[in-house]
């Protein structure tokens, strides 16, 4: 059983941190709450998202698991805006998920959970960075990079989190130092390379969020958090990589 009354904005969030990497979610329910896991195609990027029960503003919940295809739920949500009360329950009937904006209703069709993409298994890594900033201020490296190259090295260095991208002919570089919301935590030098399309697609979330926190080594995947729902939910990515060559 599932039924539940959510603000559109709060569930939006959940989207827009999950649809840039996947297109269906196995999304996981319990009397505390919703949780999903999932990795995009390629196996670069992976999210993990929780909501306690307590972002919504009713919750009458079961342990259980639904597959929702993304974009059709998205387009859904569009017809909302911000301050609706977006209704959500599950036919257990139909099997079919019954999504009420108001004086408008939609009906969509559930995936069968068994033919999604099974959790991925997250690594357990030890990473020497540890960076809080604005969400926004990565957003803004991410936009510049964007204008030079397709990809983007992030690293830590003489006591500044630094974010460089090298065209052909232009290169463009972000330093931030500690202070001014930036909190700079390591225990050695760390640089790695990443492709600047998984991290735009990152940054569509997380450039809105008050304060991520990014953790970095040394050809390493990257670990970002950061809070959603007013510290109700929260989102966790890892995005491996790029190698450079010698």
């Known amino acids: 059983m599932f039924k539940a009354t959510i603000n559109a904005e709060t569930i939006g969030d959940v989207v827009e941190a999950t649809s840039p990497l996947v297109d269906e979610i196995r999304l996981k329910l319990s009397p505390d709450g919703v949780s999903l896991r999932a990795v995009d195609p390629a196996n670069v990027a992976m999210v993990s998202l929780t909501l306690d029960a307590s972002a ?3 919750f009458d919940c079961t342990d259980g698991e639904i597959g929702i295809d993304l974009i059709r739920f998205a387009d859904v949500l569009r017809m909302a805006q911000k301050d609706d009360v977006v209704q959500i329950e599950v036919n257990e009937e139909t099997r079919k998920l019954e999504i009420r904006l108001g004086s408008l209703s939609y009906t969509l069709s559930l995936l069968d959970p068994s033919t999604i993409r099974k959790d991925p298994k997250v690594p357990d890594l030890e990473l020497p960075a540890n960076i809080k900033m604005p969400g926004a201020e990565y957003r803004r490296a991410v936009k510049a990079a964007e204008k030079v190259s ?4 992030l690293a830590v260095h ?3 989190f630094v974010f460089e991208a ?3 002919l232009d290169r463009v570089e972000l330093a931030l ?3 001014s919301g930036v909190k700079i935590e390591t225990t050695s030098d760390v640089r790695s390379l ?3 399309d998984f991290l735009n ?3 569509k979330s997380a450039g809105n969020a008050e304060e991520i926190i990014i953790e970095l080594g040394s050809d390493f995947p990257l670990r970002m958090n950061f809070s959603i729902a007013s510290g ?3 989102v966790t990515y890892l995005l491996a990589p790029r190698i450079e060559s010698a």
């Open 56 to 58: 919504f503003e009713s």
């Open 150 to 153: 397709d990809h983007m090295a």
């Open 194 to 196: 990443f492709s600047l």
């Open 177 to 179: 130092d500690q202070g």
């Open 232 to 234: 109700k939910g929260k």
């Open 166 to 168: 090298q065209g052909d």
């Open 201 to 203: 697609d990152l940054s």
């Open 158 to 160: 003489d006591k500044k």
